[in-house]
């Protein structure tokens, strides 16, 4: 049973739309992390958001962290084809967490 | 390397055999993790290392598994008597320091057992 929950499990969508990707959990994290991962590499982190309420852009990518510290969602705008790839979310229960616990994924497709 | 590097890339076995998988962290960096990711799924927590010792075990699945770090750099993780349950991709990460500093994860070694 994994701790955090992501949908949808996969996204296909056109080049120069936006997409949404949610991450949600019943429990409480001290900090929470997205990475990007594509076939045949490891993960790539993204951000970490730690405040409750908090927003991080990176580009066209936007992060939110709940005010419960309980869910996360990333939003990409105009998205492009080096978007594609598998979007993971990952938290730390402890702000001296070491060990992450990962949800599933979201396998993200942008056709051009 | 400027990155985590593991080898071999792939591995391909048979039920029963012996496997070991090795991991090359970042110069410098004193933490080293490993995690196993089966197919649809994201990482899963096996073992961290701070140093030489095994800080945290608690992810390693039974006791067939083992992972050792002897120098406190280059980290073998062992598999005894494997199990098609096994088969999985196992990534390796390496952080500077202890809590929540940046892993950065290596390409990962795919284990396949027949």
């Known amino acids: 049973t994994q701790l955090l929950e992501q949908s949808p499990q996969f996204l296909s969508i056109q080049e120069g739309e936006n997409l949404t990707v949610y991450c949600n959990s019943s429990?409480?994290?001290?900090?929470l992390q997205w990475y990007r991962q594509e076939p045949g590499e490891g993960p790539v982190l993204l951000v970490t958001?730690?405040?409750?309420?908090e927003v991080k852009k990176l580009k066209r990518l936007t992060f939110q962290f709940g005010d419960a510290r309980k869910d996360s969602s990333l939003h990409i705008t105009a998205a492009q084809p080096g978007d594609t790839g598998l979007y993971l979310c990952?938290?730390?229960?402890?702000?001296?967490?070491?060990?992450?616990?990962f949800g599933a994924g979201t396998t993200v497709t942008v056709r051009a | 390397g400027a990155g985590v590097s593991q080898t071999p890339s792939n591995k391909v076995t048979e039920k029963g055999k012996y496997v070991e998988l090795r991991c090359d962290p970042i110069?410098?960096?004193?933490?080293l993790y490993w995690y196993r990711q089966s197919l649809g799924q994201g990482p899963e927590f096996l073992i961290y290392?701070?140093?030489?010792?095994?800080?945290?075990d608690s992810g390693l699945p039974n006791d067939r598994f083992f992972a050792v770090r002897p120098e406190g750099s280059v980290s073998t993780l062992k598999i005894q008597r494997t199990e098609r349950g096994d088969s999985a991709v196992y990534l390796c990460?390496?952080?500077f320091g202890l809590g929540a500093d940046t892993q950065y994860f290596g390409p990962g070694t795919r284990l396949t057992v027949l």
């Open positions: 990952a938290g730390a229960l402890r702000s001296n967490d070491y060990k992450l616990s």
């Open positions: 990460a390496s952080s």
């Open positions: 290392f701070q140093g030489t010792g095994a800080a945290d």
């Open positions: 958001v730690v405040t409750g309420g």
């Open positions: 429990s409480v994290f001290s900090s």
């Open positions: 110069s410098g960096h004193t933490a």
